[in-house]
């Protein structure tokens, strides 16, 4: 049994050593045995600091930045599936350099595995953390599939998420997926995750074992340029698997809400207006979009500040 760690780095040289670092501490480091840092074309910085990390462990390796001459792509897609083409260990997983794995993640993840043969992914919880401190640690929900009769559509409905740098998969699996695609700008996990509950059964792990690290420069923290992804990608799903078409609206008004609360409770009244109102287009009977918007049109500066406290109730639940 192997692992191969696939790293992808752009301009995130001060994180690196503590990223790496997570991998080579795991209780299960034994069955690593290639840690394969994939680089998007960094600053001078990150670049000097790649050029050091080889010297830590054998296993550990760079692939420069690559561009498609054709098409002109990058990217974290086409870094990830170049990175998973250099290996050939039985199971693959990922980590963005800018995140954290938790000591035992592997080992809690091969166990699933060995218990539930069937499986062909497993994801985990995760904690969300911000670089300067500016607010405490939180455990992002998570949506546990591994029940679920029908993975594809509860994943549509209500993606949990699945986050990258949670996953471990089994190298069978990846060879019937293909890869990421390289096409999509912003939720390329998203889309891959999805064809993933198609062809193979996943899990989750409820347990937080991933701290994934949040900044400015980070691509989710810029909500109000989201909607326009989302729903691109959820005809993109749709259009695999046309069934879900006549969800898509519904799948659409859950996301502008989610995205909604979130400026809210970062205080971002106008963006949270917007978003809302999004989510009430794609479905006029989302009645905790309505009850959001009303109780800001409404109630005045105290009841929104309760909504606001329920909202961060309801993220930490």
Request: proline share 4%.
């Amino acid at each position: 049994m192997s692992v191969s760690v696939i790293v992808t780095c752009f301009d995130e040289g001060p994180f690196l050593h503590a990223a790496i670092a997570s991998v080579l501490e795991q209780s299960r480091a034994d069955l690593i045995d290639h840690i394969v840092i994939c680089d998007d074309g960094s600053d001078a910085e990150t670049q000097a600091i790649l050029q050091e990390l080889p010297a830590r462990d054998p296993r550990i390796s760079i692939l420069p930045v690559a561009t498609d001459k054709i098409q002109g792509i990058r990217g974290v897609s086409l870094n990830r599936n170049r990175g998973v083409a250099v290996t050939d260990s039985d199971y693959i997983a990922f980590l963005d350099a800018d995140d954290l794995w938790r000591l035992d993640k592997l080992e809690r993840q091969l166990s699933i595995f060995d218990a539930m043969p069937e499986t062909a992914l497993v994801y985990t919880a995760f904690s969300l953390f911000w670089s300067d401190n500016r607010k405490p640690p939180e455990v992002a929900p998570l949506v546990d599939l591994t029940l679920q009769s029908d993975q594809s559509l509860a994943y549509f409905m209500d993606d949990p998420p699945i986050v990258p740098s949670t996953v471990l998969m089994r190298r069978s699996l990846w060879d019937k997926l293909g890869g990421f695609d390289a096409a999509l700008e912003v939720f390329e996990d998203t889309e891959f995750f999805f064809r993933a509950t198609r062809l193979g059964r996943v899990a989750g792990v409820k347990i937080p074992l991933v701290d994934k690290r949040l900044h400015e420069s980070a691509m989710t923290s810029k909500r109000n340029q989201l909607m326009k992804h989302h729903a691109y990608v959820a005809f993109h799903i749709a259009a695999q698997d046309p069934r879900l078409l006549r969800y898509a609206a519904k799948r659409l008004s859950e996301r502008a809400r989610k995205l909604g609360n979130l400026e809210a409770l970062d205080g971002r009244s106008e963006s949270a207006v917007n978003l809302l109102t999004s989510a009430i287009y794609f479905n006029p009977f989302n009645l905790r979009a309505l009850l959001t918007l009303a109780l800001h049109y409404l109630g005045g500066e105290s009841a929104m500040r309760a909504v606001k406290l329920t909202l961060s109730r309801a993220s930490r639940s």
